[in-house]
């Protein structure tokens, strides 16, 4: 039985993973550490919250008082750091708080760790979620990522994940604190933020608007449905040793154009409007500092634990766009006051290119 400390359980892929662990491990305790910022919603876990083995706190990752105290109440064993400041976009807008959650609160919970883990009877593990963007952009025809392709961030975003991952991998070489980093590609698929490309795209043509396609469209992602990013890092847990590195991506590299054109078809199909839902797409100023491509080689996670992603796209974006469509409500509700002034922000002046 393991006692887990999940940061950032309310988020997208922490609540994903939160249902995931509970489902498959009904017997682990798993506490929710979770500062409930615009990106963190409580219902997204209605599923599993009378569950026995559950118990969510609201608190930061950055507040030591508040770590130490779960460390010692729980017995954690195990700590799977999902808490973050997520999305690029905002982070070229205001970094300050990716600075301080994604660098800050990662230094935090390995100082706990380390504090609370001197006696290393038990197995502990503490596995930290990080993200493809730290090794920067890829040449079109350049080979995908590796475990050992230099990092190389462009963005505040990017940039502060990078700082935690060597963090992560210091506490591991100094203190022996016995750690485990994940990089994923982009994930896709129910509970994501409206704000990431696939639900706004989703939603702004359910909802008749413009829908924002940056610089060219040309640029490439490789997406993983998040399940199999949650039983990617279960098989990490289980198989990893002490200062591993695994690279989890779905070998699916897209255009974001293509992505776009894929969703408005599939959406006359399923909400015909009078028109094609493509007629709204728009393209727009590019992001600053726009990686062009990513892509992981995930050889690692299937030569060493066997892992491989059980979703194809095809499946997983069916699957999205059905959960969206039938949770319309809860994208009504995510997107609070606070939404509407980012939105604005983001979109209101960004200039449609001719
Ligand atoms: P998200 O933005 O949907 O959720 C982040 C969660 O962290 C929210 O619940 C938020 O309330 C919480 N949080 C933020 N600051 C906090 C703080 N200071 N203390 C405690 N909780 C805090 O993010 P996501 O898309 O689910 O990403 C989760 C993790 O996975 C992040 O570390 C991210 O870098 C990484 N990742 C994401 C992707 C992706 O495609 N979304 C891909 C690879 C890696
Ligand atoms: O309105 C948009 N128009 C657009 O063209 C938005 C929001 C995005 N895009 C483009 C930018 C990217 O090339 O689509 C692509 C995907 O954008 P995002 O959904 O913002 O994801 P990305 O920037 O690739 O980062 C995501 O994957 C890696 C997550 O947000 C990160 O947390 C994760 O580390």
Redesign the pocket.
């Known amino acids: 039985m393991r006692r887990l400390l999940v940061t950032g359980g309310a988020g997208f892929i922490g609540s994903n993973f939160v249902r995931y662990w509970i489902n498959r491990y009904p017997d682990d305790r798993v506490v929710n550490l979770d500062a409930l910022t615009y990106a963190g919603n409580l219902e997204s876990l209605q599923a599993i919250e009378t569950a026995p083995g559950y118990r969510f706190v609201p608190g930061d990752i950055t507040d030591r008082e508040c770590v130490d105290r779960l460390f010692a109440e729980e017995a954690i064993d195990t700590v799977v750091n999902f808490a973050a400041e997520?999305?690029?976009?905002r982070s070229i807008l205001g970094p300050d708080a990716f600075i301080s959650t994604n660098i800050h609160g990662t230094f935090t919970l390995l100082e706990a760790a380390t504090a609370a883990w001197q006696d290393a009877s038990q197995e502990q593990r503490f596995l930290q979620v990080s993200?493809?963007?730290v090794y920067g952009s890829l040449a079109p025809d350049a080979p995908a990522f590796t475990e050992s392709h230099a990092y190389a961030p462009n963005s505040p975003?990017s940039a502060s994940?990078a700082a935690s991952d060597h963090l992560v991998r210091a506490w591991h070489e100094t203190y022996g604190l016995p750690v485990l980093t994940t990089n994923c590609?982009?994930?896709y698929g129910p509970y994501q933020f409206p704000?990431?490309?696939?639900p706004?795209v989703i939603l702004n043509a359910l909802e008749g608007k413009p829908i924002?396609?940056?610089g060219d469209?040309m640029?490439i992602?490789d997406w993983l449905y998040v399940d199999d990013h949650c039983s990617g890092i279960d098989a990490v847990l289980q198989g990893g040793r002490p200062g591993d590195v695994f690279n989890i991506g779905g070998i699916n590299e897209w255009r974001?154009i293509d992505i776009v054109r894929l969703i408005c078809e599939r959406l006359d199909e399923l909400r015909p409007g009078t028109g094609s839902y493509q007629d709204l797409i728009t393209f727009v100023t590019d992001?600053p500092g726009?990686?062009r491509r990513?892509a992981i080689d995930a050889t690692r996670m299937r030569a060493d634990l066997g892992w491989q992603p059980a979703h194809d796209f095809e499946t997983g974006i069916e699957a999205t766009l059905q959960w969206y469509l039938a949770n319309l409500d809860w994208c009504d509700r995510v997107r609070s006051g606070e939404y509407k002034n980012y939105y604005q922000n983001q979109?209101g002046e960004r200039t449609p290119i001719p």
């Open positions: 997520s999305h690029v976009d993200t493809d963007e975003y994940k590609s982009n994930n704000e990431k490309l696939i706004l924002p396609v940056y469209g640029n992602r974001n992001r726009h990686d990513y979109y």
